[in-house]
């Protein structure tokens, strides 16, 4: 899908994040702050089963559609009324850019709130229609929630950056990791491991388990490109500390949306192509972990640190590549046209049965 965003001022954020992170909070939150340093604010509420939200929504999709209605006309559980929600409401995502682009002249950020059941962005089609769609026309930053208290164990955290590295590859959207509930807990932990690997690594050694915590390990070195290209900030969305900050990443990570978005193609083809040519034995058997030798891709690098034994800082030699990483997936375009057809076979299996009423 190529999308040419027109460069406008007005901000979309996507709040998205894990149930109980603080989402709806910090929604609430972006509004009041944005309020007093005399911005305005647009909210859009995409959660269909939450029942009572402590701000006023100028979209609410709650309005559009019956979640419980949902769940017995197509006798579905919880879960997979709230997916068929969204993916309904995406098939009159045309109605809402309308609406949001005949409020751009007043609006300085639109805020969107979401349903914790983050397969809406993971793998279902919905979350990609509605953030593409809007991206299409407003820079826009995807905004992760992580429940800090609940992130403290190495494993959870890693998981829950899985989520949101396959949220960012897959929306193409530069992304924030807001580390929320800090007047909970010390959010230091959670930075030190995003932004050194030996500090994570230290925790691992500590758990007790060989499977996790090599699992976790291996997990952690292979998002060390993801950690790279994001930012992440601190917050406490109930107490306001922390807003300055995030109120500025949300702008640099606006200010990047053009070229993110531009250059991915282009960097990932060209780290693929790379990483087909694999380093000289003379190279990689004198390399050290953290100074890693330039004729090395990342992806090479990493799988090396994978195989190395915990605690070791050693020279290592060079550990053998598995096939997967030896071979390129340039199947870019495949994809955007399988995503294409996916949205035309969502637009054919709902063609007017729900009318939208948004606004
Ligand atoms: N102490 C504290 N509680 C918070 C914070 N943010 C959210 N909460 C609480 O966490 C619970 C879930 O928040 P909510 O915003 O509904 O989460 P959502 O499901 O992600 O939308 C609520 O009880 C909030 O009051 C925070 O920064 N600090
Ligand atoms: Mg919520």
Redesign the pocket.
């Known amino acids: 899908m190529t999308t040419i965003c027109p460069n406008r001022n007005t901000i979309a954020c996507f709040v998205i994040g894990m149930a109980g992170s603080g989402?709806?909070t910090l929604v609430q939150r972006m509004a009041s702050e944005l309020s007093k340093r005399e911005q305005s604010t647009y909210l859009i509420n995409l959660?269909p089963a939450?029942i009572q939200?402590p701000y006023e929504p100028n979209v609410d999709i709650r309005d559009t559609l019956n979640y419980k209605d949902v769940q017995i006309e197509f006798q579905l559980g919880p879960n997979g009324a709230i997916l068929t929600a969204l993916n309904l409401f995406a098939t009159r995502i045309d109605q809402l850019v309308e609406l949001l682009e005949s409020r751009e002249e007043q609006v300085d950020t639109f805020v969107v709130?979401t349903?914790?059941q983050v397969e809406v962005f993971t793998w279902s089609s919905s979350g990609s229609i509605i953030a593409e769609s809007i991206a299409s026309s407003f820079p826009t930053v995807l905004l992760y929630v992580v429940d800090s208290p609940r992130a403290t164990k190495p494993l959870t955290f890693v998981s829950n950056m899985i989520y949101a590295c396959s949220i960012m590859y897959r929306m193409q959207l530069p992304l924030v990791v807001v580390l929320n509930k800090k007047d909970l807990v010390s959010t230091e932990f959670a930075q030190q491991w995003l932004s050194d690997f030996d500090t994570f690594d230290e925790a691992m050694q500590q758990l007790e388990g060989d499977y996790s915590s090599n699992l976790a390990r291996s997990m952690a070195l292979a998002m060390e490109e993801f950690y790279r290209v994001i930012s992440c900030c601190s917050i406490s969305a109930a107490t306001g500390e922390g807003m300055d900050e995030l109120l500025n990443c949300v702008k640099k990570a606006a200010n990047e949306f053009s070229s993110f978005r531009g250059e991915k193609n282009h960097i990932s083809v060209n780290e693929e192509t790379a990483s087909l040519e694999r380093p000289s034995q003379a190279t990689t058997s004198t390399t050290t972990i953290g100074a890693s030798s330039s004729q090395e891709t990342s992806r090479q690098r990493i799988w090396k640190k994978v195989n190395q034994p915990a605690g070791q800082s050693e020279p290592i030699q060079d550990a053998p590549l598995p096939k997967s990483l030896e071979t390129t997936s340039l199947g870019e375009e495949e994809n955007m046209l399988e995503e294409e057809e996916e949205y035309q076979a969502l637009l054919d299996q709902f063609p007017t049965r729900w009318h939208s009423t948004v606004e």
């Open positions: 989402k709806t959660d939450v939200i709130d349903p914790g």
